[in-house]
């Protein structure tokens, strides 16, 4: 079983930029599907961003639709993180991020594919 700690969190102006980074440990997270994830209180987790292993579809990622062109997902294999670059920042992005492995390494973008989990980074905007 991989573990998966989140940081990078924090407080940013809107339009600002944060990265999220996801340390691995316990497996290489190379040959896992990535995913990042957020969710607000009272709220369904929803969808970020994702990465399939690299054995996998060359890389392939993928976003929402609402963090398209904002968000970066990649992966250090060196340093078994993955990151989220998240860059033009907006106050509805302010939630809990998660991020998440499994180690069927296909792309994919459903919780339910994800077996494992962090326990989250809280990322505030301001106007």
């Known amino acids: 079983q991989v573990q998966l700690v989140e940081s990078g969190g924090g407080l940013v102006q809107a339009g600002g930029s944060l990265r999220l980074s996801c340390a691995a440990s316990?497996?290489?997270?190379?040959?896992?599907?990535m995913g990042w994830f957020r969710q607000t209180p009272g709220n369904e987790r929803e969808f970020v961003a994702a990465?399939?292993?690299?054995?996998?579809?060359?890389?392939?990622?993928g976003y929402a639709s609402s963090v398209k062109g904002r968000f970066t997902i990649s992966r250090s294999s060196d340093k078994n993180t993955v990151y989220l670059q998240m860059n033009s920042l907006k106050p509805e992005d302010t939630v809990i991020y998660y991020c998440?492995?499994?180690?069927?390494?296909?792309?994919?973008?459903?919780?339910?594919?994800?077996?494992?989990w962090g326990q989250g980074t809280q990322v505030t905007v301001s106007s």
């Open positions: 998440a492995a499994d180690p069927r390494g296909y792309y994919r973008t459903r919780i339910a594919d994800f077996g494992s």
């Open positions: 316990g497996r290489t997270i190379s040959t896992y599907a």
């Open positions: 990465l399939a292993a690299i054995s996998w579809s060359a890389d392939r990622t």
